[in-house]
Structure formats: structure tokens, C-alpha cells
């Protein structure tokens, strides 16, 4: 058999070459998986071995002799490295530009970052230092504080980094005195346990602090002003000396046939604040369309009522009609028909609202308000007996600006409901389990805890519905149920959430505008609203009424009447 010649036979060398390659190919992807997969490596540590890994990568790919399946390895992994490093970069790009970090920050030794970190922690000694009444070392610390403030601020206005010649002095007197803070016992741990008594103490008197405004800011809400005193008991006084005003009204018959003429547009108000009432009349006459066809029911009670009638004799309310009445005269309102009336007259309902001590004080200072005790709060439940002739009717409370024409909430539609009203469940108000006790079977198995509260204030009311379905009946049942304040607190919001449960109709938001009493108010909200309600303790007529918001009230009296300036009312 004959031979091939021998320059034909495939070097051994070669062969041998070739597998010792594909070897350390094969090793470099493996050892570029595991450094990929291992967080714990440094990062500096990572980043040689990767830039070896590269470069030898990069030969491989060169070399002719290596098979095209390890060169597209070794491509594959170039191309991952590339990949990492580009990342890396991105994400330290990233870093610096969110912290605006400077070249001296990330220097080893740069002088401004050590001063930073003694002023720092030279703050935290002051703290602690003033606490073990140690105030001599304090005050050290604070003067050294400021020396190093003034170096960096020098710094910054010559937009120069610090030397270390200029900062020497500053951080070895800084260090010293760290020093001595440790010495003092001034460590982590020391500083931890101070600062943790020294924040619950404050806590404690944040607490004391914000009980006692609540408490002073509802006394406040709570007191009548002196002018406003003033302008009842000067009306007062008007009232029975001038014997030509009572004689003007008995004059005007025309009143008595526009009271129940369901062609008009008829408003009720309940209160006992001449000043608020007439704002209220006020703004709804010369911001609507039709005054002369607009008539004002109004409620007060006896103290108030010759007050209330002579000042809206004396003033002309731009043909607006305006009627006055006191619920004394209501022969019906009695504590055999009123559940509400007889609660109020027992003396241990009239301690828990004055004073709260049969619940040792847990019931919040707001829900003990006395004025829940008048009857002008709960008369609102009762529009169909005052109004027997009337169909349909709006209600406006006394704390309420009306900036807009209401004669459209007439023909609004109700969809057979009793009560137009917008709800308050969307923004900072609550839904039903915020007012009422769903601990109670008899509330949990009535109510939806989530259902859509809504908002006395501005409520159209169909009296034809509210007689066909009995909501005084309604309300008489959950008062009785709730004889012993279990099934909610106080106030007249929850009986009626409960009332009206199921036949209250949404209106637009924008008819009835809250919060102005007490919190910020979408400027846009309050330039569209229609009525604006100041709701809450901070009433515009008080000295503690949210000053922005007082303007909107205030153009709606003439500060200029002569009985105003008497009593001096601003």
C-alpha cells in the first residue's frame, strides 16, 4: 500500500493548538458567567478581570485558526462586557446628575466631604450635649460649627474647592472636639436613647398643644361677638321704641299670598345670626335673575325674633320677599311628637353636650357642641309642618355665600327621590361608617358602610315625596333607636344620613361648595361654585375665620349702616 507523501499529514502541533484554545475559550465564558451571576465581588475587582477578560476576547476573535463557533462565543461574550461596562457608566451618569455630585465629592480626599461629615455629626453632639445640660461644650461645638460653614460658604462663592492648608485648623480643632464628645459618653447608642425621650416628649406636648387649640378654637366658634351682641339688642331696642315698623308690616298684605305661591322660587333659613341670615339673603338676591319672584322663609327663635324682624324691615333687599317666624309659635313642635325635643329637655342629655362627663371625656369636643341643643338645628327635619302649603323648597344654612342664580335647583329633577344633594364622599369628607356605629346590628343590617355621605347646606327638598313617604316618620324611628347615643355620636348630619338613606338625588358638585371653614379650597372651585359654605369652626364672621376666604363674605355687607358702625362690626 503506498503512502502519502508527509507533506500532506496534518501537524500535530496544530492540532494540539487548536484544542488548547477552545479550552480557554470554553474556561473564559465560564468564568465570565460566574463573575456575571456573583453580586459580592467588588465592583472594582470585577472590573479588571472583566477588561482582562476583554482583551483576551478580542484576540480570540483575531486569531484565523480558531473555529467559527468558538469566535462567535467569544463574540457573544465581548459584546455582554461591552454591555455591563456601557450600563455601569450610564447608571453613575445617572447618579451624579440626580445628586448634582461634583468631582471633589467623589475625590479620597477631598476636604469639603470630611467637613460636611463633622458638621454633621458636630450637630448631632450639640443636641445631646444641651440635653445632659451641658452647655459649655455646646456652645463650643456650635462656634466650631460655624467656622467650618464660613469655609465652605467662602469656597462656594470663589468657586474653588477648599485646600487642605486652608481647612487643617478647622478639621483637626473639629476632630478634637469629636473626640472629646466620645470621651463624654456622647456615642451612637447614648444618642439614639436621648434622642428617642426627646421625641416622645415633644409628641406629648404636640398632643397637649393640639387639644387645647381645639378646645379654645370651638369655645371660640362657640361665643357670640360682642358687636354682633350689640347690633341684636340695638335692633331689639328699634324694634319695640319705632312703632312705624310694626306698622309698615301688618300694612303689606301682599306677603301673606306670596308665602305659598308655588310659582315662586321660596328659600328657608333657620338661625339665630341676624348679620349671617342677611348675607345669605343678601347674595341669593343680587346674584339672581328674578329677585322679586324669590322669597326667604325665615326661622328664629324668640330671643332673636324682634331683632331679626326689624332689620329686615329697616333694609331692602333688592325686591327680594322676606318673612319672619319664630318656632315657639309652631303648636305642633312638643315633646309628644318631637322624640328629639324630649332628649334634649332631660338633664343628662344637656351634661353630656355641655360637658361630656358621663364618657369621661372621650367623645371629641366637637360632637359636644351646645348648640346641637337648640331646636333651630333640628327644625330641618321638619319643613313640611312649617311649610304646609309649599311643594317644593331649598334650604340654605346661615354659614353659606350665594354667588350664583338658583332658580335652575327648582326644576332640577329628582327621579322621584326627596333630597337634592351633592355628596361628599370624592375628596376629604367620609362615606357612612365614618359617621355612624357599624358595631351595631341594627345599623349593619340597614346601611352600606361605603355608601356616598352628602352635605346639609344647600338641599332642594320635595315635600310632595317627603309627605307620600313619611321621612319624618323616619327620622322620629332612628331617633328613639338611638335614645342612648349608640347608634352615632351627635349633630344632625348622621340622622339625616340615615333619614334620607335611599332618597337623596346627586347634584353637581358645583352647586354646593365646602370646606371654606376650615380648609384650603380649589381656587377654581370656589370661582365656579354657586354656593360657597364656610363649614367648620373658622366662621368669616369671627376673628378666627380664614382671612382669604372673608373677603367673599364680606362684600355682601354694607359696613357703612349706621347701626353697623354703632356696634362697631368689621
Known amino acids: 500500500m503506498r503512502r502519502r507523501p508527509s507533506d500532506f499529514r496534518r501537524p500535530v502541533r496544530r492540532r494540539f493548538s487548536n484544542v488548547f484554545w477552545l479550552t480557554l ?83 479620597p480626599d477631598s476636604v469639603a466631604r470630611q467637613l460636611i461629615e463633622q458638621i454633621s455629626l458636630a450637630k448631632a453632639f450639640v443636641v445631646i450635649s444641651k440635653e445632659s445640660n451641658n452647655l459649655q461644650f455646646a456652645w463650643e461645638l456650635s462656634a466650631q460649627i460655624r467656622n467650618s460653614q464660613i469655609l465652605l460658604s467662602n469656597a462656594a462663592l470663589r468657586r474653588a474647592p477648599l485646600t487642605t492648608t486652608e481647612a487643617e485648623t478647622a478639621i483637626r480643632d473639629m476632630a478634637l472636639l469629636l473626640f472629646q464628645a466620645q470621651h463624654l459618653h456622647y456615642d451612637s447608642s447614648t444618642m439614639i436613647m436621648r434622642l428617642k425621650a426627646r421625641i416622645q416628649g415633644l409628641e406629648e406636648q404636640m398632643n397637649s398643644v393640639s387639644e387645647k387649640s381645639s378646645k379654645y378654637g370651638q369655645i371660640a366658634a362657640e361665643e357670640i361677638p360682642k358687636s354682633l351682641y350689640c347690633l341684636g339688642i340695638s335692633l331689639t331696642t328699634e ?144 319643613i313640611p309642618e312649617v311649610f304646609p302649603a309649599l311643594k317644593k323648597l331649598v334650604f340654605l344654612d346661615d354659614d353659606v355665600v350665594v354667588q350664583k342664580d338658583l332658580s335652575a335647583l327648582f326644576s332640577k329633577d329628582l327621579n322621584g327621590n326627596v333630597n337634592g344633594a351633592v355628596e361628599t364622599c370624592m375628596e376629604t369628607f367620609h362615606r357612612y361608617h365614618k359617621y355612624l356605629n357599624y358595631s351595631h346590628p341594627l345599623i349593619r343590617a340597614h346601611f352600606d358602610p361605603d355608601a356616598c355621605g352628602w352635605a346639609f347646606g344647600m338641599n332642594v327638598f320635595d315635600l310632595v315625596e317627603w309627605r307620600k313617604r313619611n321621612v319624618t316618620g323616619i327620622y322620629h324611628y332612628w331617633q328613639e333607636k338611638n335614645v342612648d347615643r349608640t347608634l352615632w355620636k351627635l349633630g344632625t348630619l348622621p340622622p339625616g344620613l340615615l ?60 359696613y357703612g349702616h349706621p347701626l353697623l358702625q354703632q356696634c362697631n362690626v368689621h
Not at 63 to 83: E, G, N, S
Not at 286 to 304: A, G, I, R
Not at 504 to 526: A, K, S
Open 499 to 558: 333619614t334620607f338613606y335611599g332618597l337623596t338625588e346627586p347634584l353637581d358638585p358645583m352647586w354646593h361648595v365646602l370646606g371654606l371653614g376650615y380648609t384650603n379650597v380649589d381656587q377654581q372651585l370656589i370661582e365656579k361654585g354657586a354656593v360657597l359654605h364656610y363649614n367648620g369652626n373658622s366662621k368669616p364672621w369671627l376673628k378666627i375665620g380664614m382671612e382669604k376666604y372673608k373677603p367673599l363674605w364680606d362684600k355682601y355687607i354694607d
Open 25 to 107: 475559550c470554553g474556561l473564559a465564558v465560564l468564568l465570565l458567567i460566574v463573575l456575571l451571576s456573583r453580586e459580592s465581588l467588588p465592583e472594582s475587582g470585577s472590573a479588571l478581570i472583566k477588561l482582562f477578560l476583554a482583551s483576551h476576547l478580542q484576540e480570540c476573535i483575531s486569531w484565523d485558526f480558531i473555529p467559527t463557533l468558538v469566535k462567535r462565543l467569544c463574540y457573544y461574550d465581548l459584546l455582554a462586557i461591552q454591555k455591563d461596562f456601557i450600563q455601569r457608566s450610564y447608571r453613575h451618569d445617572r447618579i451624579r446628575e440626580g445628586l448634582n455630585v461634583t468631582e471633589e465629592m467623589l475625590s
Open 239 to 382: 324694634w319695640f321704641r319705632n312703632s312705624n315698623i310694626q306698622q309698615e308690616l301688618k300694612e303689606k298684605k301682599q306677603i301673606a299670598a306670596k308665602l305659598s305661591d308655588n310659582n315662586l322660587y321660596h328659600f328657608c333659613v333657620f338661625s339665630d345670626n341676624i348679620l349671617a341670615t342677611s348675607v345669605v339673603v343678601n347674595s341669593t338676591s343680587l346674584n339672581s335673575k328674578y329677585p322679586d319672584t324669590v322669597v326667604f322663609h325665615l326661622v328664629t327663635d324668640e330671643v332673636n325674633y324682634a331683632a331679626m324682624k326689624a332689620w329686615f324691615s329697616l333694609n331692602s333687599f333688592n325686591g327680594v320677599t322676606v318673612d319672619v317666624r319664630k318656632f315657639e309659635d309652631f303648636t305642633w313642635l312638643n315633646a309628644s311628637y318631637v322624640p328629639v325635643l324630649k332628649q334634649l329637655q332631660d338633664s343628662d342629655t344637656q351634661n353630656y353636650y355641655f360637658s361630656g362627663n358621663n364618657d369621661n371625656g372621650k367623645t371629641p369636643i366637637k360632637f359636644r357642641n351646645p348648640k346641637y341643643l337648640s331646636m333651630l338645628n333640628h327644625l330641618r327635619f321638619y
